[in-house]
Structures are given as structure tokens and as C-alpha cells.
């Protein structure tokens, strides 16, 4: 016996990526049951189809440049209870996989409270610590509001295609306060109640709460 005790479970002192959504699908409910007429005749069903939204998150080690590492099987699961219930559920999982002692846990997602509300319980519940835990939204949603800040200043189509590659680039670098004073420069002059104002300042939110630091999450730890 040496005296130094190992942890065996999956994600301990590896880089973990969470990634929390909401889906759409169709389901099927069943509304009376009535047997056909006539002797033999099989039974009739007759359904109801609703939209439902499943609620679903995926647990996944992160390779250097933060993308699933090649190799490695994800842990998935889901609910169609509320959003109460998928964070209970995602709080098992992580717990389960030895989360409080991974090397980094980075939270992935778009801008839907309520999955940012409940993200401090997880943390609390599985024992994370704050310089563990790094919370970034889904680049794809944060340069869709890039698109869509450009979009609202009527731009030329060759300029704003243009803008857009370059403020895409500097915010996947992680410079997002770069992209807010570039978009706000554009807007000047607009009034504050303008739509591209609308878009500006979810990114700026972001910015200031820590959600664009995308070069974190390519970081060599």
C-alpha cells in the first residue's frame, strides 16, 4: 500500500463538456379504444397527436481545441417532465460519473433561463467548485445573434456577408466585447429601441456574465 488513493470513475480529472437543449417531437395519445363492427373485426384506435418538448443533455470529455474527444462514447439521456426534473436528472448523472472530480466541467447551451436559473443548484448538488466550472453559451446561438444584429442595419448583402466572417471569427476567438463595439459603431446613431439594439445587448449580457469565453474552452489544461 502506498497511501495514494485513485478515482476509478469515468470523467475524474478529465475536461467534461455538458450540453443542455430542448428538443421538439411529435407523440402520439391515445384517446378511445372501440372494437370494429362485426364479428373478428379488430380493435379500433383513434389518436391525438401532440407537439411535446423533450428535454435533453449529453455528458462528453473535451479534446484541447473543446470538442468531443475521438474515441470516447458520450453519456446521453433526457425527459419529458420539466425543467425541475432534467436538472435532478443531469445533477445524477455527473455525480454518478465522479464530476466532482474532474479536471474542468464546461456547461454548453443556448439562452433559455431556465436552464441557466438552475445551473448554480447542479454545481452546489454535485460538489463543483467555481474555478472548476466554466459556463459558455452555444457559439452557433451567440453568432446567430451576430447575424441577426446585421441584418437589422440594412446593410449591403457583399458588406454584411464580409462583417459577418470577421466578427464570427473574433468571437469564436473569445474577443466578444470587440464584436459588441464593432455592431454598436455600425448602429450608431440608431435609436435604443432600434431591433439590432435587441441583438447587441444579448451579447453584451453574455459577455459580461462570461458566457463567450470560447478560447477557454480550447485551453491546454
Not at 443533455?57 to 420539466?82: A, N, S, V
Not at 465522479?98 to 456547461?107: I, P, Y
Not at 456577408?161 to 464593432?182: F, I, M, P, W
Not at 429601441?193 to 441583438?199: C, G, I, R, Y
Amino acid at each position: 500500500m502506498t497511501g495514494v488513493q485513485t478515482c476509478a470513475l469515468p470523467i475524474c480529472g478529465k475536461r467534461v463538456g455538458v450540453a443542455i437543449d430542448g428538443g421538439r417531437v411529435r407523440t402520439r395519445v391515445l384517446i378511445r379504444k372501440q372494437k370494429g363492427r362485426g364479428p373478428g373485426k379488430k380493435r379500433r384506435r383513434k389518436m391525438r397527436v401532440e407537439w411535446r418538448e423533450p428535454k435533453l443533455l449529453i455528458i462528453f470529455e473535451l479534446d484541447q481545441q473543446g470538442r468531443m474527444k475521438r474515441g470516447t462514447r458520450p453519456w446521453i439521456d433526457g425527459t419529458f417532465q420539466g425543467p425541475d426534473e432534467c436538472l435532478e436528472l443531469l445533477a445524477m448523472h455527473l455525480h454518478r460519473l465522479g464530476a466532482a472530480a474532474a479536471k474542468q466541467v464546461v456547461f454548453l447551451s443556448d439562452g433559455a433561463p431556465w436552464i441557466w436559473e438552475r445551473l448554480a443548484w447542479v454545481e452546489k448538488r454535485v460538489g463543483l467548485k467555481p474555478g472548476q466550472v466554466v459556463r459558455v453559451l452555444d457559439c452557433c446561438h451567440a453568432v446567430h445573434h451576430v447575424s441577426l444584429a446585421l441584418e437589422k442595419l440594412n446593410l449591403p448583402e457583399a458588406d454584411r456577408k464580409r462583417l459577418y466572417r470577421e466578427l464570427r471569427k473574433k468571437l469564436r476567438a473569445g474577443q466578444a466585447y470587440d464584436v459588441t463595439a464593432e455592431l454598436s459603431a455600425l448602429a450608431e446613431g440608431l435609436p435604443q429601441d432600434a431591433p439590432v439594439w435587441t441583438h447587441i445587448r444579448y451579447l453584451e449580457r453574455h459577455a459580461d456574465e462570461g458566457h463567450l469565453r470560447y478560447q477557454i474552452g480550447r485551453a491546454h489544461v
